[in-house]
């Protein structure tokens, strides 16, 4: 929504300043540049990435309308998840864990919670990790550098549609000179004509170079901005998952290792801990009455 919200401010604010000097919004209606600029913009994004990774950028862009789903109450449930398979692991010993980590997808365990489950990178992530903890054959410090290792390779390819937005808008710039160069030279081909008709030419190729310093900054480069914001939100979940692993392969109790997830949440969205002993305590409660 934000998004939105944003776009309309840039996009409300020039139009009123512009009207505001008397000027016509229908000299900067130029479909011609808009051609020009867009698609050089696509052209480019086309020749430079694959289709997988073109089509994964369009869904993360209208994605953003969504806002960033990792809210305080995705992280509760984070961390009542980590909370219940821990306990379950003291309970009923570690190869208890073996059947639910080895198809998390099929795991009655992990759709209870949800966004978690639908979480493709979080549920891997945790999967993947558990089996090398219930076979027990690395030491802590070496299942840090697994975890830090996959988390790295995760955020490399999770940037990549930002990466493109962010060269978008670089390059905007650039092709709106493209676009007003050839209004010029169409400009060129109409001197000695009527003077209303060069000056209309010439207002059509100086709208070019606007569109261009316009797309860059008011539209892609936000946009770059905000995706990587979104991966950096979901790199600190999976960083949550990785405390608090890191904690149970210690053998920490089930709250210490819910506690080191919780110290990794970002201030604006953390549960104090109070709010979490709460929540944890609710949830045994309603484990213990189902069973």
């Known amino acids: 929504m934000l998004l939105i919200v944003g776009l309309v401010v840039v996009f409300g604010s020039i139009v009123v300043g512009y009207t505001m000097h008397g000027g016509r919004i229908a000299a900067l209606v130029q479909i011609s540049e808009f051609i020009i ?10 020749v430079a990435n694959p289709p997988s990774v073109v089509a994964k950028t369009f869904r993360e862009i209208f994605g953003l309308v969504r806002g960033n789903p990792y809210t305080k109450a995705r992280y509760m449930e984070l ?7 821990f306990m ?3 309970r009923e010993g570690v190869v208890a864990l073996d059947q639910h980590v080895e198809r998390p997808e099929e795991s009655s365990f992990f759709r209870r919670y949800p966004f978690f489950h639908s979480n493709h990178h979080a549920l891997s992530f945790l999967a993947d990790t558990m089996k090398v903890m219930i076979s027990g054959s690395v030491a ?3 299942l840090m550098e697994l975890m830090d290792v996959d988390l790295e390779t995760m955020r490399e390819e999770a940037m990549r549609p930002s990466h493109i937005m962010a060269k978008v808008a670089d390059a905007m710039p650039g092709f709106g000179i493209v676009a007003a160069v050839l209004g010029v030279v169409i400009t060129m081909g109409a001197i000695g004509g009527p003077p209303e008709e060069v000056g209309h030419k010439v207002a059509a190729a100086l709208v070019g170079t606007f569109l261009g310093i316009l797309f860059s900054y008011g539209i892609f480069g936000p946009i770059a901005a905000a995706m990587e914001a979104q991966v950096n939100s979901e790199v600190q979940y999976l960083s949550c998952i990785k405390y608090a692993l890191l904690s149970f392969g210690r053998g920490d ?3 210490t290792g819910v506690e080191f997830a919780r110290r990794n949440i970002e201030p604006s969205v953390r549960p104090t801990f109070t709010e979490m002993e709460e929540t944890l305590r609710s949830g ?7 069973a």
């Open 37 to 46: 600029i867009g698609g050089a913009g696509l052209g480019s994004v086309l």
């Open 79 to 85: 961390l009542q998840m980590l909370y219940d398979m």
């Open 88 to 90: 379950m692991a003291r």
């Open 140 to 142: 802590t410090y070496d």
């Open 253 to 255: 109790a089930p709250l």
């Open 284 to 290: 045994a409660r309603a484990t213990a009455r189902a």
